[in-house]
Nanobody, 115 residues
């Protein structure tokens, strides 16, 4: 049974930082591409960052230079470090694991950036 358990969400002021974690179990973690998505009410889910099995990364333009995705295969965990947070970053953040046609999602964790 594949399970993705997220943690690290919360409420911060603009300019603050958070680190999200997604711990995976029930799968061969090192074979999966990992990604972080986010979604706000009334909008489609948006890819924020991804990291492939070789460590190659992708970022949406709006977070490039502020966010860093990383993975620790020994801990079966993917991270998203978020610096210089802006109100526009407020969303529910979801972890996704992908291996060809197999996709698994975490439960989502709320990130709120406000004064």
């Amino acid at each position: 049974q594949v399970q993705l358990v997220e943690s690290g969400g919360g409420s911060v002021q603009p300019g603050g930082s958070l680190r999200l974690s997604c711990a995976a179990s029930g799968m061969d973690f090192s074979f999966y591409e990992m990604a972080w998505y986010r979604q706000v009410p009334g909008k489609q889910r948006e890819l924020v960052a991804s990291i492939d099995t070789g460590g190659g990364t992708h970022y949406v333009d709006s977070v490039r230079g502020r966010f860093t995705i990383s993975r620790d295969n020994a801990q079966n965990t993917v991270y998203l470090r978020m610096n210089s947070l802006e109100p526009e970053d407020t969303a529910v953040y979801y972890c996704k694991a992908s291996y060809f046609s197999n996709h698994h999602w975490g439960q989502g964790t709320q990130v709120t950036v406000s004064s």
